[in-house]
């Protein structure tokens, strides 16, 4: 496997973030990825990472260029739908906020505070072969920090945006979790 590469612009990772009752593995604050507008987002991480306690399947929540969250799920080698893209995984077989728009293998060679992949203490351990599926929280109703035209638009056609935070984007990602697991199970 090969090393990781730092983020110089990343703050160390904190282990002592709770969001909805879930402790997180690791929670990165990285400038780069910071919203620049003012908002409720300013009190959040850049990147979360925990393991769904149910499924066993790895979780991140990462800040998208724009200033708002994305999802992301890692299903283990062997999983039915590892290496599919997202569109090719039907609508109706899992829950996601907007559908699936990401699937791809773990990033192992990206810095760990930016990158899709899992974050373990003990990286011997890990599965760098996990394939990740994922969300973007960027719809017409999705407030998006960084995106005043994303926001004007909405506007024009009467849509109210909400921002989706962190806890928000946990529950869909446990949603996602769940759902994936299901597909394992029926196989």
Known sequence: MA??????????????????????EAAYSVPALAARAPGPWEREPDKLAWTDPDTGYACIIRRM??????????????????GWAADAVPAQHVRAHGGLDYARACDERGPEAVSICH?????????????????????????????AAHAAEARQVGITQTYRNAEYVLDRCTELAADLAKAEERR
């Open 119 to 147: 974050v373990k203490p003990d990286v011997a351990n890990s599965d760098d072969t996990a394939w990740w599926f994922g969300f973007s929280c960027d719809l017409p109703d999705d407030l998006v920090p960084d995106h």
């Open 65 to 82: 260029p724009g200033g708002h969250l994305g999802g992301f799920v890692a299903v283990p080698p062997g999983h039915p739908l590892t």
């Open 3 to 24: 090393k990781r590469r730092p983020t110089p612009s990343a703050i160390a990772p904190r282990t002592d973030v709770v969001v909805a009752g879930q402790r997180m």
